[in-house]
């Protein structure tokens, strides 16, 4: 930035498998925050996804080209990265990173890692709270929906159309992940 002020930079990690409403209502609130908010797309070796990092960078992208520009908004990026998220966030410049809270659950574990990050790593966290309407969205709930429910139009309070659309080629493709999902108790 010019001037000798500090850029501020949010990096904004998940595994978007799928990307919900609410994952984009943390990101147009966070544009209004920072300087520069880079999304990232995590790959968790713990975590079954849905989704392959190239299809979910894609949608997020698209996604996030329908935003508006503005002047006084955050431009925003969308990467992939493997490894520990502080690691990704140094590596970028990051000086926050950005967490949506959608509930009291989301609260504790986030300040855990909140504490985590910031002992460990020297890297704040910034939380803002997601709107009532998608206090209780999931991508774990999309994605039992989606394995288990015949009409997917019932996602669109929680998905864009785009994520719908591909949810329903992946049903047709019929993944273990959703087969999995559709036994379990």
């Given at each position: 930035m010019a001037n000798g002020t500090i850029e501020h930079v949010a990096f904004y990690p998940g595994s978007f498998d799928?990307?919900?409403?609410?994952?984009?209502?943390?990101?147009?609130?966070?544009?209004?925050?920072?300087d520069r908010l880079v999304i990232g797309i995590g790959q968790n070796p713990n975590?079954?996804?849905?989704?392959?990092?190239?299809?979910?960078e894609d949608m997020v992208r698209r996604l996030v080209a329908e935003?508006?520009?503005?002047?006084?908004?955050?431009?925003?990026?969308?990467?992939?990265?493997?490894?520990?998220?502080?690691?990704?966030?140094?590596?970028?410049?990051a000086t926050v990173l950005l967490r949506g809270i959608r509930n009291l659950s989301d609260l504790q574990?986030?300040?855990?890692?909140?504490?985590?990050?910031?002992?460990?790593?020297?890297?704040?966290?910034?939380?803002?709270?997601?709107g009532q309407s998608f206090?209780?969205?999931s991508s774990s709930?999309?994605?039992?929906?989606t394995a288990m429910g015949d009409d997917l139009s019932v996602l669109s309070p929680m998905c864009p159309p785009l994520v719908i659309e591909m949810l329903g080629r992946k049903k047709?493709?019929?993944?273990?992940?959703?087969?999995?999902?559709r036994h379990e108790d």
């Open positions: 799928p990307v919900t409403f609410g994952h984009l209502d943390v990101v147009k609130r966070g544009r209004r925050l920072f975590k079954e996804t849905l989704f392959t990092p190239v299809e979910r935003f508006e520009d503005s002047p006084t908004l955050a431009g925003v990026e969308v990467q992939t990265y493997t490894g520990l998220t502080v690691d990704y966030a140094r590596k970028i410049g574990y986030e300040v855990q890692q909140a504490v985590t990050n910031r002992e460990v790593a020297g890297l704040e966290s910034a939380f803002v709270v997601a206090a209780y969205t709930l999309i994605k039992q929906i047709s493709e019929n993944p273990a992940i959703l087969q999995r999902l």
